[in-house]
Nanobody, 115 residues
Framework: QVQLVESGGGLVQAGGSLRLSCVAS????????MGWYRQAPGKQRELVAT???????NYADSVKGRFTISRDSAKNTVDLQMNSLKPEDTAVYYC?????????WGQGTQVTVSS
């Protein structure tokens, strides 16, 4: 099993920044990717950004140029730096880790962007 704990959510005005962090523990050697997903009220959970253990990144078009995902393999953490936040970024953000079809999820952290 892999346990994921997120931190860093909160309330911010449009145009502001937030940094989310996720710490992984447990059988972490089984995972080959980590990332962030989000779910807004009434919408499906969607990919925000992912990063492989080799450092390859992938971003949703809606966040490209504004969000940056990074990882620290020594600390087993993955961070999401979010800049130029928009009200439509408001959602619960979930940390994800996995390998193949196996996925592990954190409990989620609320991000609210006011206009």
């Amino acid at each position: 099993q892999v346990q994921l704990v997120e931190s860093g959510g909160g309330l911010v005005q449009a145009g502001g920044s937030l940094r989310l962090s996720c710490v992984a523990s447990g059988i972490i050697f089984i995972i080959d990717r980590m990332g962030w997903y989000r779910q807004a009220p009434g919408k499906q959970r969607e990919l925000v950004a992912t990063i492989t253990m080799g450092g390859r990144t992938n971003y949703a078009d809606s966040v490209k140029g504004r969000f940056t995902i990074s990882r620290d393999s020594a600390k087993n953490t993955v961070d999401l730096q979010m800049n130029s936040l928009k009200p439509e970024d408001t959602a619960v953000y979930y940390c994800n880790a996995g390998r193949g079809d196996y996925n592990y999820w954190g409990q989620g952290t609320q991000v609210t962007v006011s206009s």
